[in-house]
């Protein structure tokens, strides 16, 4: 390829997770590199943003076509600093994660990983997350490898449709092949560990359990409990559009 | 009414906003009402979650029909919080505002209003957010009362769908009346302000302009510039839908 492409990399679980490093082993084979990922573990932190307090950045590592910068603030500040503040042109592709744990069903809207990938996607860029349903620091991602291979090729060599961008999540060990799917309806019942201190004051650690109520073999986490890849389209509107009619004739009469 | 609805309120604002007080006073005339708001400003924190620090609540004031805390955490931990930990039954209804400045079009994924909406919702709790374009702390919230006063009596008569909550936008100034709308599209172009500090470090404070790319006058910043309050029924599925089968044919068969 004469122009080599511009991929743009990032991930919430912090600049130095083994699951950015390895996402951007694979990348290294298609392009350019720019890596601007969280100094900190930001997962849970979703679409946050940081405003009114600054955000510092720092170069760690320059090659020829590799650069990665660490910043100080989340995942979605990283992809608009990198957008309008360290690359010098959009880039082809923004690659996300791979992410310590799943981020299928439920698990998407306190993503800071998919957030990153929905900004990317806002700023209509071809934005794909990657996630791995095994949240140990040292988890093994070598399996992954072909498939992610496989999607970025489709994808740097065809696009995305516009305003839609790929959650893809990966299941532990083996996996049978790749299947498109929902996001999975699903709830977690939460749970907060309590502390007593010794000055009356209670503090509470959040915890919960994941509970699937979509029983479809269409839903990604239920294709991922299959042993499936899951490939989530994703779009950044949250309308309900079946909805829009229904209401209409509710609350513009009142 | 025999049983009086439970109401549960929160925002991003903070627990002394004016927005939130002026919210309260509203939902006193139709039930009991426990607030749980976060202790700081949390305008930008989206889907946040706090795992792995505690989370501090404190009870301010106590009445009979009113109990009102403040939380050391994002809204979603405040909306997490109450369900499992403050409220003794589920809420009748979650209201969450009045928002300080608009959370029409793609302001929605980045607000925390929203997000705890859309947790309410995930919870399949009937959940309105309502937003007034106006960022001001002493803004004038007087001229929405009718309109959240029609949308809360029609929600609490005859619920909402499973799966939708609204996001309520209103303009500054008069109110022509309601529209149902959807999701405006829209980006922002972000810049930053840039401060060099005397040790060589940078550091980079986010702003931007917003732009709005919907022309359609069903678009709910458009609704609102048109004088309208807007309502968008909106859902915690991100699934693009209407591309599922197109990208089927490419995926699953690479």
Known sequence: MANRPLIFITN?????????????????????IVVVAPQKQMSGKSH?????????????????SL??????????????MAFNKV??????????????????????????TMAAVMEGCAENIPSIGFS????????????????????????????????ICLNVNFPQGQIEGMKVCHQAEAYWDED?????????KTFYWLSGTYHCTDKSPQADYNAMMNHYASIVPMHVDFTAYNFIDKIRTKFETL
């Open 67 to 80: 650069q990665e910068y660490s910043l100080e603030g989340t995942p979605v500040d990283c992809v608009k």
């Open 12 to 32: 919430d679980d912090g600049y130095n997770a083994k699951g950015l490093k390895h996402l951007i082993s694979i990348m290294q084979d298609y392009g350019d």
């Open 48 to 64: 946050s943003i940081t405003v009114g307090s600054p955000l510092k950045l720092t170069l760690n590592n320059e090659e020829q």
């Open 192 to 200: 907060f560990d309590v502390e007593e201190k010794d000055e009356g």
């Open 132 to 163: 791995l349903n095994d949240d140990k620091s040292d988890a093994d991602f070598s399996f992954c490898t072909k498939y992610i291979r496989s999607i970025t090729e489709e994808v740097l060599n065809n696009g995305l449709d516009k305003n």
């Open 87 to 112: 690359l010098n042109r959009l880039p082809d592709l923004l690659v996300a994660g791979i992410n310590h744990g799943s981020n299928a069903s439920i698990n998407t809207i306190y993503s800071g």
